[in-house]
């Protein structure tokens, strides 16, 4: 199956870290990515991961991936306003497909 | 700067009316895309192309049809909108370096009255 699942909303206070997960179901995938979709916009490759590594680090963005439980999270460190927004994960498969996430909407509140 | 490009941002129109929706890039990508996003968030790919030529239906059955006879073009036309047609359609674009990650564009919000 090619199921990409997440949770459908989290909200966070200002200042706090927000934690964004997603689970998938095939463990063929190569690439994993998150993409940021703002209001009224497509969406934006925040940041991605290999699938041969456990954990990608890039300024506020923390990307760990958990391949025995097909996991992975995106934590934001110190949450701002901008933040607010869809995540999606998705993942590559080796015969290029991409499947993307349902989507989880952070609100963060000032 | 590259980039991509989808026209009209917003389109309200009639049933039964054809319509075509535009995307182009400028970054020389072969492979193009068109989702349909439901007010729910979820993404539903429902056209793809490879390159010049070559056109694939996606996931989600859809009464849309879809041409690449140049590189940077991908429209999507609707020969006769109905209400159900109502959603944001996506384009977007990717080449063939790694990380593959997708380029899209602002999108364009359909209504069908």
């Known amino acids: 199956g090619e199921d990409v699942e997440q949770s459908l909303f989290l909200s966070v206070r200002e200042g706090d870290s927000s934690v964004i997960n997603c689970t998938y179901t095939?463990?063929?995938?190569?690439?994993l990515y998150w993409y940021k979709q703002e209001p009224g916009a497509g969406l934006q490759l925040l940041t991605y991961i290999f699938s041969n590594m456990d954990m990608k680090q890039d300024q506020r963005l923390t990307v760990l991936l958990n391949k025995k439980d097909k996991h992975l999270s995106l934590r934001i460190a110190d949450t701002q306003t901008g933040d607010s927004a869809i995540y999606f994960c998705?993942?590559?498969?080796?015969?290029?497909?991409?499947?993307f996430g349902t989507g989880t909407k952070l609100q963060v509140i000032p | 700067e590259a980039d991509i490009y989808q026209t009209p941002r917003y389109l309200v129109i009639g049933t039964g009316k054809k319509i075509t929706l535009e995307c182009s890039q400028t970054m020389g990508h072969d492979k193009m895309y068109w989702y349909q996003q439901d007010p729910g968030m979820e993404l539903h790919l429902i056209h793809y192309?490879?390159?010049?030529?070559?056109?694939e239906k996606g996931d989600l059955s859809s009464e849309s049809t879809v041409s690449r006879i140049r590189t940077e073009h991908f429209p999507l036309t609707l020969e006769s909108a109905r209400p159900s047609h109502t959603s944001q359609y996506l384009c977007?674009?990717?080449?063939?370096?790694?990380?593959?990650?997708?380029?899209f564009g602002s999108g364009t919000r359909l209504t069908v009255v």
């Open positions: 192309s490879y390159g010049v030529n070559s056109t």
């Open positions: 095939d463990s063929s995938s190569t690439y």
């Open positions: 998705a993942e590559r498969l080796p015969y290029q497909k991409v499947t």
């Open positions: 977007a674009s990717s080449n063939d370096r790694a990380p593959y990650g997708y380029t």
